[in-house]
Structures are given as C-alpha cells and as structure tokens.
C-alpha cells in the first residue's frame, strides 16, 4: 500500500544538526512533488519546505531558510530533511507528506506519521 | 509570506450543518485544500482544489470558495468528524505554503 515513513527523529542540542529521512513505497516516487510539514507540540501544522517530483526545484518557509536543507534520491524512493543550526522552536513533528499528482501546489494526499524532533540543552 | 485566518472552534450539533472558514489574500489566486487531524494523528486530505474529494472522504464534506475566504462545510455532522481542520493554499508569491491557525470542531 501507499506509504511514506519517517525516520531520524530525536534529541539534539540548540546548534547541532540532524537529518530526517523519509522512505516511499506503494507508488512512483520519483512522479510526486514532496513536503515538509512541522507540528510544534500543541500548535498547529506548519509547512516546511517542497522539492519538485525531479528535484530541479525546491522552496522553503522563511522560519527554516539557510538553515534547513530537502533533498531527494528517486532511486532510493527517500526524501531528507536537513536540518542545520537547530533551535529550540524547531521542536516539533516533522511529516513528510506527497503532493497531488496533478499538482504538488494544491494538496497532500498521502502523510507519514510523523518524527519527533527536540531540540534541548 | 501570507496569512490564513480561521476560528480557533466551532461547535455543531450531531447530524447539523457546520460551515469552517479560512480567510487570507492568496486565496483570490489560490486553490485551498482542507486537511482534518484528530489527536496523536497525522493530518488527512479531505478536500482539495477548492471541492474535489480524495477517495474514501465522506461526500458530507464538501469545499467552495469566494472571494478571499474558503470554507469546509460539514453536512450532517458525526461523532466522528470531531477533529481539528486546517485550510492551507499558497501564499501571494506562488513558492511557499501556508496552513490556517486551525479550527477545533466539537460535535454536541
């Protein structure tokens, strides 16, 4: 079935780095534009970043640009995150989500079930 | 970026109609998509391009636009839609995404 799992979560230290992993199954990986989403514990969902189903694009939200980093590797079917020069707001869920077929833009259609990130001294 | 503003809750009766709202500038250019998360969950599509289901979403659900502001009615409300609801679209420059604050839905 259609599935995407994260892995690489944990505890990190304020300046320190760490990259999530997002491995897809059950469809064309390298056919989907992917995402990053964050939940911040007991707020709402935040959109991190996208990179194009080739990986000729990518784009980020301003809390995360010049420190966080997505990539892909459609041989692999695996989607990264990373995430450099943490902070303690960085704490949260992170989800890797697929964007629509028709466009990655307009909706994200399969989600994983997330990996906990704290960033703590 | 933009802004998508929506009402932190809204309570509806069981078996009523409920209407969630997202407002914000982009979404005069912009399609919405509506996603529901309920606890220890992660989120699920369940409208996208304004009022397209993705498969196995309840036709309760049901999406429309106007203006600036989107909206997510539930018709005939269940025990079981009681979630959170996020609106989401991109924001004025067409790069980056944005998610509404959320709207926690209380079914009485």
């Known amino acids: 079935q259609v599935q995407l799992v994260e892995s690489g979560g944990g505890v990190v230290q304020p300046g320190r780095s760490l990259r999530l992993s997002c491995a897809a199954s059950g469809f064309i990986f390298s056919r989907y534009g992917m995402h990053w989403v964050r939940q911040a514990p007991g707020k709402g969902l935040e959109w991190v970043a996208v990179?194009?189903?080739?990986?000729?694009?990518?784009y980020y939200a301003d809390s995360v640009k010049g420190r966080f980093t997505i990539s892909r590797d459609n041989s692999k079917n695996t989607l990264f995150l990373q995430m450099n020069s943490l902070r303690a707001e960085d704490t949260a869920v992170y989800y890797c989500a697929r964007g629509l077929y028709t466009n990655h833009y307009n909706g994200m259609d399969v989600w994983g079930q997330g990996a906990a990130v704290t960033v703590s001294s | 970026s933009s802004e998508l503003t929506q009402d932190p809750a809204v309570s509806v009766a069981l078996g009523q109609t409920v209407r969630i709202t997202c407002q914000g500038d982009s979404l005069r250019s912009y399609y919405a998509s509506w996603y529901q998360q309920k606890p220890g969950q992660a989120p699920i599509l369940v409208i996208y391009?304004?009022?397209k289901w993705p498969p196995g979403i309840p036709d309760r659900f049901s999406g429309s636009s106007s203006g600036n502001t989107a909206s997510l009615t539930i018709t005939g409300a269940q025990a079981e839609d009681e979630a959170d609801y996020y609106c989401n679209s991109r924001d004025s420059s067409g790069n980056q995404l944005v998610f509404g604050g959320g709207t926690t839905l209380t079914v009485l």
């Open positions: 990179m194009w189903f080739d990986g000729s694009d990518k």
């Open positions: 391009e304004k009022n």
